[in-house]
């Protein structure tokens, strides 16, 4: 997540304003000033983006931290960038668990990508009583579709960290695994209103977030979800769509917590 201290400390890098998104890269890939580019990355790079010598790219690695240079040489199945600068970016201080009942296919895959721009850390599917999708159907390669749409988000918001879509949990047990200090259920017909929630939850570094289907949550899952330790709250003065609500709510639990 880029404070406004850290955008004006970007605005400084050599190249900023490229179009060209950061690309992650392992610690194992980098050595003697210089960066390798391979895989999936390195077909964009070459196939999509078309790249050429000279252009800038920016890398992250897994501790967060970002690279920035030219690329040098484009080979056969690898990019090399020169390592010209770094640049520690500042950790946003909170750990946001977005718990999303799973919705239709292309509004789901809205939501992992916005959720990823405003800073969201981990996405959980969830299966509750009214979810109408199929969970079972091409999990698997639903799953890695998520993970690539959230991992192309992150690249193009310029994250220094990826976002983890999981495998579908049971509304059960999603209520059940979180420890988080501020835990959220969102549901029009709830009596909290978020901002006044929020405000008397004070200072707090991680925060759980659920969000229900078209059909909303049955009043058993409410209670389910109370009992667990988890606050029921509205929107306030309007109803939003599921994939809405997931961007939305979370950019204010996100606000509210101080990193945005």
């Not at 999303?100 to 789901?108: R, Y």
Request: proline share 4%; aromatic share 8%.
């Amino acid at each position: 997540m880029k404070t406004r201290s850290s955008l004006r400390t970007y605005s400084g890098l050599k190249g900023w304003g490229t179009d060209l998104p950061q690309f992650f890269i392992k610690q194992q890939n980098m050595g003697q000033g210089f960066a390798r580019v391979e895989g999936d990355d390195y077909r964009h790079l070459v196939r999509v983006r078309r790249i050429k010598t000279g252009n800038i790219l920016y890398l992250t690695d897994e501790a967060g931290r970002m690279y920035y240079g030219p690329v040098t040489e484009i080979g056969r199945d690898h990019v090399k960038v020169s390592i010209t600068g770094s640049y520690e970016r500042p950790a946003s201080g909170l750990n946001i668990s977005l718990y999303m009942c799973l919705i239709k296919g292309a509004n789901f895959e809205f939501a992992i990508q916005k959720a990823a721009e405003v800073g969201v850390n981990r996405i959980i599917p969830v299966i509750s009583e009214r979810t109408v999708p199929d969970p079972d159907r091409k999990l698997e390669q639903k799953r890695a579709r998520w993970n690539r749409i959230a991992a192309e988000a992150c690249k193009q918001c310029m994250r220094g960290t990826t976002l983890h879509v999981g495998l579908p949990l049971p509304f059960a047990d999603a209520i059940s695994i979180d420890n988080s200090q501020v835990k959220i259920i969102c549901h029009p017909g709830a009596s909290a209103d978020i901002r006044e929630h929020l405000l008397s939850c004070g200072a707090y570094s991680s925060a759980g977030i659920i969000i229900g289907p078209e059909g909303g949550f049955s009043d058993n899952e409410l209670e389910a979800a109370r009992g667990a330790g988890w606050a029921a709250v509205n929107f306030g003065f309007t109803q939003l769509r599921s994939e809405t609500a997931a961007v939305v709510i979370s950019a204010l639990v996100i606000f509210n917590g101080g990193s945005l």
